[in-house]
T-cell receptor, first 114, second 115 residues
Framework: SQELEQSPQSLIVQEGKNLTINCTSS?????LYWYKQKYGEGLIFLMM?????EEKSHEKITAKLDEKKQQSSLHITASQPSHAGIYLC??????????????FGTGTRLTIIP | DTEVTQTPKHLVMGMTNKKSLKCEQH?????MYWYKQKAKKPPELMFV???????INESVPSRFSPECPNSSLLNLHLHALQPEDSALYLC??????????????FGEGSRLTVL
């Protein structure tokens, strides 16, 4: 089954600094999703990458997909307190029923300090 | 309306109780999901309903019983749970089932504590 390892596990960054979170897959990636979760709450979709080399940006968050390396990275520029939370990558996997399902990575807990 | 609404937000139950978690969406989505999330772990898929039919059951114990009365509603019936079932239960929906079809919209979750 699909395994997604994220690094680092946790990150403490001073407000205004840049940061990068990585997601490495045990299998070939055919699509990669990034979600953000506030502590103890639901997940919010950030972006989806479907093609090797694809790069997407939304506000100060940029994500890239490197299919050959089976990796994706999420980069935040000039971090703000609102960026704090848990970042989860997700990718397609096969369920027990043989259907596609979304499997999440191990997560990265981001703390922004003033 | 782009919300997935889950009730209750918090639930405490004994091991002999029967309770239900409810989820509602009015976005016209045809796929709905239940995920379970333990502390400091990623969400794990439990069930998927597609067009009101169960399409995925990830070998979930029978003490969890899902129900999809119509395309807008998803229930999770709980009976004879164990303390290790305490977790955040997340409901999600998407336009269609299948990962490549796009994003999942998540509710805020129901935090369950089993005593």
């Amino acid at each position: 089954s699909q395994e997604l390892e994220q690094s680092p596990q946790s990150l403490i960054v001073q407000e205004g600094k840049n940061l990068t979170i990585n997601c490495t897959s045990s299998k070939t990636l055919y699509g990669l999703y990034w979600y953000k979760q506030k502590y103890g709450e639901g997940l919010i979709f950030l972006m989806m990458l479907q093609k090797g080399g694809e790069e997407k940006s939304h506000e100060k968050i940029t994500a890239k997909l490197d299919e050959k390396k089976q990796q994706s990275s999420l980069h935040i520029t000039a971090s703000q307190p609102s960026h704090a939370g848990i970042y989860l990558c997700g990718a397609a996997d096969i369920s027990n029923f043989g259907n596609e399902k979304l499997t999440f990575g191990t997560g990265t807990r981001l703390t922004i300090i003033p | 309306d782009t919300e997935v609404t889950q009730t209750p937000k918090h639930l405490v139950m004994g091991m002999t109780n029967k309770k239900s978690l409810k989820c509602e969406q009015h976005m016209g989505h045809r796929a709905m999901y239940w995920y379970k999330q333990k502390a400091k772990k990623p969400p794990e898929l439990m069930f998927v309903y597609s067009y009101e039919k169960l399409s995925i059951n990830e070998s979930v114990p029978s003490r969890f019983s899902p129900e999809c009365p119509n395309s807008s509603l998803l229930n999770l019936h709980l009976h004879a749970l164990q303390p290790e079932d305490s977790a955040l239960y997340l409901c999600a929906s998407s336009q269609l089932a299948g990962v490549v079809t796009g994003e999942l919209f998540f509710g805020e979750g129901s935090r369950l504590t089993v005593l």
